[in-house]
């Protein structure tokens, strides 16, 4: 199920996003899926996170594309369908498009209202380059309509997005991918690579609480969803590494004992109970590409910066 931009934009919920929601809260360690921290809010928050110095990834990575820009381009090839997953302001395949000169632009994104204004403004931009918005969830189910292009589709998945799934469901996505790319199509890539405790900590609870502000929003989102009400000043925001599994873990902390109501349930929070909304998994370069060979693809070169914080992977479909 999609929402092209084209279309009329989506205003509530469907049966599947409340059973999501309503299985997460009632679990017996509650959760929110990271897919929903990012409503029109929660992409704005967002886009201010990755302007702060705690936040390295999105800079890092800007500094690979800057420095090495003309040999992804060679080796990624020019002229492809350009799938952009999680496009968010399409900012960083924007920054490309001189480079990869795409035959055809397809935005991808839950967030469809935020993804249609973005596209909007690129196309005022880009008037040569044929675009499609797509308002979809792609984390479970993916398959693309029939007005993107088939041919030579190369998708991208920047920043550290992979790392939101565990490992085997990152396989699973991967796969989905590979099911999608057709005999002559690739993938483009971005992983954090595992770092200091103290740098991925900051990084995730940063000094001026714009991250916290990101991760409370899920409520708000949740309250329009599914008809809830959460009080969002009675949460608090906690964001860390965990070395024993190497990822960042994001929660909300009950502050008191409060009981929430939804359309077709409820459920009682003592002090301190928390509800896990993102992982964020760092992986060794080595793991990074034998995840992508499990998948189906082959990596065909990758670059890193200087410290070796995060790298950019592009991968060729094979088999």
């Known amino acids: 199920m999609y929402i092209s931009c084209t279309q009329d934009r989506p205003r509530a919920a469907n049966a599947h996003v ?38 390295y990834p999105t800079r890092t990575e800007a500094a690979i594309f800057a420095r090495h820009g003309a040999e992804i381009a060679r080796v990624a090839g020019s002229g492809a369908t350009l799938i952009d997953l999680g496009a968010g302001n399409c900012a960083k395949a924007a920054s490309l498009f001189p480079l990869l000169a795409p035959s055809q632009y397809v935005a991808v994104d839950i967030s469809a209202e935020f993804l249609c204004d973005s596209l909007e403004r690129l196309r005022q931009r880009f008037p040569h380059i044929a675009m499609e918005g797509l308002g979809m969830d792609f984390s479970n189910r993916f398959e693309l309509p029939e007005q993107v292009g088939s041919e030579r589709r190369l998708f991208f998945y920047p920043g550290s997005s992979i790392g939101n799934f565990t490992p085997e469901e990152a396989q699973g996505f991967l796969r989905r991918l590979r099911a999608q790319c057709g005999p002559d199509g690739g993938v483009l890539l ?81 002090a301190g109970d928390t509800i896990h909304t993102e992982n964020s998994y760092k992986y060794q370069q080595a793991d ?32």
């Open 190 to 270: 971005g992983v954090d690579l595992a770092k200091d405790k103290d740098v991925l900590d900051a990084a995730y609870d940063d000094a001026l609480g714009v991250t916290g502000a990101f991760n409370l929003n899920v409520l708000r989102h949740v309250n329009r969803l599914i008809d809830a009400d959460f009080d969002i000043r009675a949460w608090r925001h906690h964001g860390f590494y965990n070395p024993a599994r190497g990822r960042v873990e994001m929660h909300l902390e009950a502050v008191h004992r409060q009981e929430v109501h939804w359309k077709g349930g409820a459920r009682v929070f003592e």
């Open 18 to 55: 409340a059973d999501e929601l309503q299985a997460g809260l009632e679990a017996i360690d509650p959760w929110i899926s990271p897919k929903f921290l990012y409503d029109a809010l929660g992409s704005k928050l967002f886009e201010a996170i990755c302007e702060l110095p705690e936040y």
């Open 288 to 319: 990074a590409i034998a995840l992508l060979e499990r998948s189906g693809f082959e990596a065909t070169r990758v670059w890193t910066d200087p410290q070796r914080w995060f790298a950019v992977i592009h991968a060729q479909a094979i088999g």
